[in-house]
Nanobody, 123 residues
Framework: VQLQASGGGLVQAGGSLRLSCLYV????????MGWFRQAPGKEREFVAA????????SYADSVKGRFSISRDSAKNTVYLQMNSLKPEDTAVYYC?????????????????WGQGTQVTVSS
């Protein structure tokens, strides 16, 4: 299984970005997919996750109402749409896959990780 995150960049506060995570591996389409982030000097934290069917999602309180996770199974891609970005959203964002049915917020549960993409929000 391989995951490749992309779409990060520099954006002003209030702006939007859409991150993409391309996954390779025939069984990944049935995995839970999640996004995490890690800011300098801080621990990695949960952002959002989605079950394989797309019917079950989970978000961190800090991003609820601003971020949205989705997946396009035909393209083997998971997206994280980020709106109303704030400087505190600045971090390296990672996508991850968990061989589970229900989304979890614990990074320890995820089995596969992408390489991360930098998101910087200027004030």
């Amino acid at each position: 299984v391989q995951l490749q995150a992309s779409g990060g960049g520099l954006v002003q506060a209030g702006g939007s970005l859409r991150l993409s995570c391309l996954y390779v591996g025939r069984t990944v389409s049935s995995y839970v997919m999640g996004w995490f982030r890690q800011a300098p000097g801080k621990e990695r934290e949960f952002v959002a996750a989605m079950g394989w069917s797309g019917g079950s999602t989970s978000y961190a309180d800090s991003v609820k109402g601003r971020f949205s996770i989705s997946r396009d199974s035909a393209k083997n891609t998971v997206y994280l749409q980020m709106n109303s970005l704030k400087p505190e959203d600045t971090a390296v964002y990672y996508c991850a896959a968990d061989r589970a049915v229900v989304p979890t917020t614990s990074s320890a549960r995820y089995d596969y990780w992408g390489q991360g993409t930098q998101v910087t929000v200027s004030s």
